[in-house]
């Protein structure tokens, strides 16, 4: 039930773009995402509630298409802050299930 | 306000000894979580409050006890543990409603020896 997220790790040069994917072989009805800096606790992006929606802030974005069961991030202009492993999630309740992650480096 | 906290931040137990993980939020929430997170691992699900009620995670050991005195305050009590219990173990909230976000406290660093 857990989510898969690939690519599992990359790595950017500041100012690259990176997609990273969520797949799920269950009915997908919202999507978190999060990133975590290492040491720390994750802190929250953004939650995409429906099929179809997109969402996004400063250069963060992400989509959901609930057809094909899949969300993805998409980060532009990568900053060095950008750094951490982000983690897709999904459930409600008592069933909430972070995705496998993804390591993000952004080097200078 | 939208701060978790939890204590302590570090925690160094015996397979004997008796401890507990401390949570707290006043954001007027009424979810609150525990995750037990291993190295580079995905935090993992263990309870879950809604409400004051409880839901257990069928696979978590009984050797973690969970207690909710409040809407505010989230305990996790801990006997015998093992070795392979150490990890980060991290509290979050929500406001209970389904499918919202959930903020995370800093966690608890465990090492059982």
């Known amino acids: 039930q857990q989510p898969v997220q690939s690519p599992q790790a990359v790595i950017l040069r500041e100012g690259e773009d990176a997609v990273i994917n969520c797949s799920s072989s269950?009915?997908?009805?919202?999507v978190h995402w999060y990133r975590q800096k290492h040491g720390e606790a994750p802190v929250f992006l953004m939650i995409?509630?429906?099929?179809?929606e997109q969402k996004g802030h400063d250069k963060i974005s992400a989509s959901f298409n609930e057809k094909k069961q899949q969300s993805s991030l998409y980060l532009t202009a990568s900053q060095l802050s950008y750094s951490g492993t982000y983690f897709c999630?999904?459930?409600?309740?008592?069933?909430?299930?972070f995705g496998t992650g993804t390591s993000l480096t952004v080097i200078p | 306000d939208t701060e978790v906290t939890q204590t302590p931040k570090h925690l160094v137990m015996g397979m004997t000894n008796k401890k507990s993980l401390k949570c707290e939020q006043h954001?007027?929430?009424?979810?609150m979580y525990w995750y037990k997170q291993k190295a580079k691992k995905p935090p993992e699900l263990m309870f879950v409050?809604?409400?004051?009620?409880?839901?257990i995670n069928e696979s978590v050991p009984s050797r973690f006890s969970p207690e909710c005195p409040n809407s505010s305050l989230l305990n996790l009590h801990l006997h015998a543990l093992q070795p392979e219990d150490s990890a980060l173990y991290l509290c979050?909230?929500?406001?209970?409603?389904?499918?919202?976000?959930?903020?995370f406290g800093p966690g608890t660093r465990l090492l059982v020896l």
């Open positions: 979050a909230s929500s406001q209970g409603r389904g499918q919202e976000t959930q903020y």
């Open positions: 269950k009915a997908l009805y919202s």
């Open positions: 995409l509630l429906k099929g179809g």
């Open positions: 999630g999904t459930g409600t309740g008592n069933q909430f299930y």
């Open positions: 954001m007027g929430h009424r979810a």
């Open positions: 409050y809604s409400y004051e009620k409880l839901s």
